[in-house]
């Protein structure tokens, strides 16, 4: 899984094909590893593109995994 992400006022938009379809679950952690906020998302195509909205949550440093049937991918983001 190759994750593309743009961070636009707390709206992460992502991006990615994978060999894998299926349900998509976002989660966001703080660097603690504490899980701040979680999303589902049903999607039977291997392209996946959505906007993902953080708005509830404090600017910082965090920690966003995305998980494709046993793929994960994750990445740093800063939520200003």
């Given at each position: 899984?190759?994750?593309?992400?743009?961070?636009?006022?707390c709206?992460?938009?992502?991006?990615?094909?994978s060999?894998n379809?299926?349900?998509?679950?976002?989660?966001?952690?703080?660097?603690?590893?504490?899980?701040?906020?979680?999303?589902?998302?049903?999607?039977d195509a291997?392209?996946?593109?959505?906007?993902?909205?953080?708005?509830?949550?404090?600017?910082?440093?965090?920690?966003?995994?995305v998980?494709r049937?046993?793929?994960?991918?994750?990445?740093?983001?800063?939520?200003?």
């Open positions: 899984t190759r994750l593309y992400s743009c961070l636009h006022c709206v992460e938009l992502l991006c990615f094909n060999d379809t299926g349900d998509v679950d976002v989660l966001l952690y703080d660097l603690l590893g504490r899980k701040v906020a979680a999303k589902s998302f049903s999607d291997n392209a996946f593109d959505e906007e993902v909205s953080f708005g509830s949550v404090s600017a910082g440093l965090y920690i966003l995994r998980r049937g046993n793929k994960i991918s994750s990445q740093k983001i800063t939520i200003e």
